[in-house]
C-alpha cells in the first residue's frame, strides 16, 4: 500500500472490520480498481471523525500509524501440510514479500533481519502438539515427530523440547530487541508453558523418552512469560490441552463482551506490550 512508496497509511483497527486510510491518490485508487478493492474518498470533516471514534477509549478500536513496509518473516515448518497454513496463502495473495524461517534459520540468528515475525501454530513445549492419542500411528504424525528429531540432533539438542526452548527464547530476544510478534493458535499458549518450564520436564516418555517431572507444576517459573501467569499446565500426554490458559470449553462469553486489552509485561527485565483477549479463541 501506501508505505510500500513512502507514504504514510494508518491503521484502523476494527474499524468496519478493520480498516486503512491514507492520503487520497490517483495512482492508488487505480490500484484499488484494478485488484477489486473497495474504498471511499473522504472530505476531511469525515476523516476527523473517524478518528474521534476509533480514538475513542469506550469502543474497541485504535489507530496504528504505518511508516514504512516492514520486512516479514514467517515462522512454519517446510513440511507442512496445506490445511496446516492459513497464513502464507493470504500473503501470496496478496502479494506481500516474506521470508520462511524456522528452528534452524531462528537459531541461526537470522530474526533481526525482520521487522516482525508470524508464528506458525507450533507446539513449542516439544509435545508434538499432544496428537499422539489420536495420531500416533498416522504417516504424517511419524514424519513429522522424525522430522523435528533430526532437526534437534542436527543442531545439537538432546531432546526437540530442549530446541524448540532455545527458539522460544530466541523470538523472546527478537520481540525485546523492538520485534513485532503475531502468533496463534497453540502458538500462544505453549510459548508461555515453554518459557515458564525452562528448568523442568513437563513431556511423557512417548514424546521425549522419559518421564515428566511430576513436580513439574510447582517449579513453573512465571517471571518468563510474556502474558499468562499462575496457570496449570496438563500432563496428561492422552489429552489435547496444554493448560488451563485454553478456555475454549470451558468458559463461554458473549462475542460484545469479547474484547482485546493491552497491558505492559516485564519478564527477565524487559519490557513488552501485549494485546490479549479475555477469551483465548483456538
Given at each position: 500500500?501506501?508505505?510500500?512508496?513512502?507514504?504514510?497509511?494508518?491503521?484502523?483497527?476494527?474499524?468496519?472490520?478493520?480498516?486503512?486510510?491514507?492520503?487520497?491518490?490517483?495512482?492508488?485508487?487505480?490500484?484499488?480498481?484494478?485488484?477489486?478493492?473497495?474504498?471511499?474518498?473522504?472530505?476531511?470533516?469525515?476523516?476527523?471523525?473517524?478518528?474521534?471514534?476509533?480514538?475513542?477509549?469506550?469502543?474497541?478500536?485504535?489507530?496504528?500509524?504505518?511508516?514504512?513496509?516492514?520486512?516479514?518473516?514467517?515462522?512454519?515448518?517446510?513440511?507442512?501440510?496445506?490445511?496446516?497454513?492459513?497464513?502464507?496463502?493470504?500473503?501470496?495473495?496478496?502479494?506481500?514479500p516474506f521470508d520462511l524461517v524456522?528452528?534452524?534459520?531462528?537459531?541461526?540468528?537470522?530474526?533481526?533481519?525482520?521487522?516482525?515475525?508470524?508464528?506458525?501454530?507450533?507446539?513449542?513445549?516439544?509435545?508434538?502438539?499432544?496428537?499422539?492419542?489420536?495420531?500416533?500411528?498416522?504417516?504424517?504424525?511419524?514424519?513429522?515427530?522424525?522430522?523435528q528429531e533430526d532437526m534437534a540432533?542436527?543442531?545439537?539438542?538432546?531432546?526437540?523440547?530442549?530446541?524448540?526452548?532455545?527458539?522460544?527464547?530466541?523470538?523472546?530476544?527478537?520481540?525485546?530487541?523492538?520485534?513485532?510478534?503475531?502468533?496463534?493458535?497453540?502458538?500462544?499458549?505453549?510459548?508461555?508453558?515453554?518459557?515458564?518450564?525452562?528448568?523442568?520436564?513437563?513431556?511423557?516418555?512417548?514424546?521425549?523418552?522419559?518421564?515428566?517431572?511430576?513436580?513439574?507444576?510447582?517449579?513453573?517459573?512465571?517471571?518468563?512469560?510474556?502474558?499468562?501467569?499462575?496457570?496449570?499446565?496438563?500432563?496428561?500426554?492422552?489429552?489435547?490441552?496444554?493448560s488451563d490458559i485454553d478456555v475454549?470449553?470451558?468458559?463461554?462469553?458473549?462475542?460484545?463482551?469479547?474484547?482485546?486489552?493491552?497491558?505492559?509485561?516485564?519478564?527477565?527485565?524487559?519490557?513488552?506490550?501485549?494485546?490479549?483477549?479475555?477469551?483465548?479463541?483456538?
Open positions: 500500500m501506501g508505505t510500500k512508496n513512502g507514504g504514510e497509511v494508518d491503521w484502523l483497527l476494527n474499524y468496519r472490520g478493520g480498516s486503512f486510510m491514507t492520503k487520497y491518490d490517483k495512482k492508488l485508487e487505480d490500484e484499488c480498481n484494478i485488484r477489486g478493492i473497495s474504498y471511499e474518498v473522504l472530505a476531511d470533516a469525515k476523516v476527523a471523525e473517524i478518528v474521534t471514534r476509533v480514538g475513542d477509549p469506550s469502543v474497541n478500536m485504535d489507530l496504528v500509524k504505518l511508516e514504512k513496509a516492514p520486512r516479514i518473516a514467517v515462522y512454519s515448518p517446510k513440511n507442512k501440510l496445506p490445511r496446516d497454513d492459513a497464513v502464507t496463502p493470504v500473503l501470496k495473495y496478496a502479494e506481500i524456522y528452528d534452524e534459520e531462528v537459531l541461526r540468528g537470522d530474526l533481526p533481519k525482520y521487522d516482525w515475525l508470524h508464528m506458525h501454530h507450533e507446539d513449542f513445549t516439544g509435545q508434538y502438539s499432544k496428537f499422539f492419542a489420536g495420531y500416533s500411528n498416522a504417516q504424517w504424525y511419524i514424519d513429522d515427530k522424525k522430522a540432533t542436527k543442531l545439537g539438542f538432546k531432546k526437540v523440547s530442549k530446541m524448540k526452548l532455545a527458539v522460544a527464547q530466541h523470538i523472546r530476544d527478537f520481540t525485546a530487541g523492538g520485534g513485532f510478534l503475531f502468533a496463534m493458535c497453540s502458538g500462544t499458549e505453549t510459548f508461555d508453558i515453554a518459557l515458564a518450564a525452562a528448568n523442568t520436564d513437563i513431556c511423557e516418555s512417548m514424546f521425549d523418552g522419559d518421564g515428566a517431572d511430576r513436580n513439574a507444576q510447582s517449579k513453573l517459573d512465571f517471571t518468563q512469560t510474556f502474558a499468562f501467569q499462575n496457570f496449570n499446565i496438563d500432563l496428561n500426554p492422552f489429552t489435547h490441552r496444554f475454549t470449553s470451558t468458559r463461554a462469553v458473549e462475542r460484545t463482551e469479547d474484547f482485546l486489552r493491552c497491558l505492559i509485561s516485564r519478564p527477565s527485565g524487559m519490557w513488552y506490550q501485549v494485546c490479549l483477549r479475555k477469551t483465548m479463541i483456538r
